[in-house]
């Protein structure tokens, strides 16, 4: 069973940085694709980023080269490092997990969701 909890949200001035932590009390975290996504008020919930369990990695390419995300298996544990923040960057932020090595941007692929943690960016 995966239990996903997020956090590190907040507010930020443009500019800055912040990072995310999603954690999941269930024992199978390693054999788990990990997803972030973001969804703003009146907008479809977007793909941000994944790694799979064998560590290849995606991205949105709207966070190419300011977002980083990583995994710690030891720590059933992934993050999202996000710098070089924009007001466009504002949204609620989700981690999500889907069984298997294949990752992919689409939502409902993805069978297990965290609560969302609110990024508020400043201009």
């Known amino acids: 069973q995966v239990q996903l909890e997020e956090s590190g949200g907040g507010l930020v001035r443009a500019g800055g940085s912040l990072r995310l932590s999603c954690a999941d009390a269930?024992?199978?975290?390693?054999?788990?694709?990990m997803a972030w996504f973001r969804q703003a008020p009146g907008k479809e919930r977007d793909f941000v980023a994944a790694v799979n369990w064998g560590g290849a990695i995606t991205y949105a390419e709207s966070v190419k080269g300011r977002f980083t995300i990583s995994r710690d298996n030891a720590k059933n544990t992934v993050y999202l490092q996000m710098s070089s923040l924009k007001a466009e960057d504002t949204a609620v932020y989700y981690c999500?997990?889907?069984?298997?090595?294949?990752?992919?941007?689409?939502?409902?692929?993805?069978?297990?969701w965290g609560q969302g943690t609110q990024v508020t960016v400043s201009s």
């Open positions: 999500a997990a889907r069984a298997g090595l294949s990752s992919t941007s689409v939502p409902g692929t993805y069978q297990y």
């Open positions: 269930g024992r199978t975290f390693s054999s788990y694709t």
